[in-house]
């Protein structure tokens, strides 16, 4: 769950401390981190409650990049992510996601990143008007993608899930999908979100009379 405010608060006093003292990368992605919390409702984190909060997180992330190793934590980049998402900018969260999915090491179960970034497509391919084919290629890219960097089961997870919170757009992704005549997604998305049923049929049982 979010932190309590209070807690939020006190935090920010104690990193802005150790950041006067000897700033580095860890500390300053704690305090994006302290940061987005603040700027998000309690309740629902993708609800915008307080932009300024959002922009001194982004503020903090980009002092956090400028270190040696921060461009290479998934964390950081899904974290730039969701705050630029609050801000409208789905085509830049988008970028963001991608870079966090290409960061996971093969064969990691963390579908965070992974999870962000396919919502963020949804969201992009409802946005899209009467041209959503850029969305849908990029849906169907990085889900091959992902079945390259992670297990099969967690890619299968990623896309049940989406299809449980989002089920409206998943659905009108698939009618393009196959109105487009493009049905390798629309079988995935078909082969993991309906259960599996059993398809042997029984077997004939034959009665013999004994003579």
């Given amino acids: 769950g979010i932190p309590d405010r209070q807690k939020l608060t006190d935090a920010r006093k104690d990193l802005d401390k150790v950041l006067s003292v000897r700033p580095c990368l860890r500390t300053h992605l704690e ?5 987005y919390y603040m700027g998000v409702d309690a309740l629902q984190e993708s609800l915008l409650v307080d932009e300024s909060s959002i922009n001194s997180a982004l503020v903090s992330l ?3 990049l400028q270190f040696e190793l921060g461009d290479s934590l998934p964390d950081l980049h899904v974290l730039r992510g969701r705050c630029l998402l609050l801000k409208g900018e789905e085509l830049n969260a988008a970028d ?13 179960t963390d579908t965070t990143a992974l999870h962000c970034l396919l919502q963020t497509l949804l969201v992009l391919f409802m946005q899209g008007g009467s041209d959503p084919t850029l969305a849908i290629t990029q849906l169907e890219l990085w889900v091959s993608r992902a079945d390259q960097r992670f297990p099969q089961e967690t890619v299968n997870s ?5 299809y449980r919170t989002h089920t409206e757009e998943v659905t009108e992704v698939s009618k393009t999908l196959i109105r487009t005549g493009r049905l390798v997604l629309v079988k995935r998305l078909l ?4 259960p599996k049923r059993l398809t042997r049929k029984k077997p004939l049982v034959k009665s013999y009379s004994l003579i």
């Fill in 62 to 64: 980009s002092h956090a």
């Fill in 158 to 162: 990623v896309l049940k899930c989406l």
């Fill in 191 to 194: 082969e993991t979100v309906v």
């Fill in 96 to 108: 963001c996601f991608k870079q966090a999915v290409e960061l996971e090491r093969p064969g990691s």
């Fill in 31 to 35: 305090m994006a981190q302290v940061y």
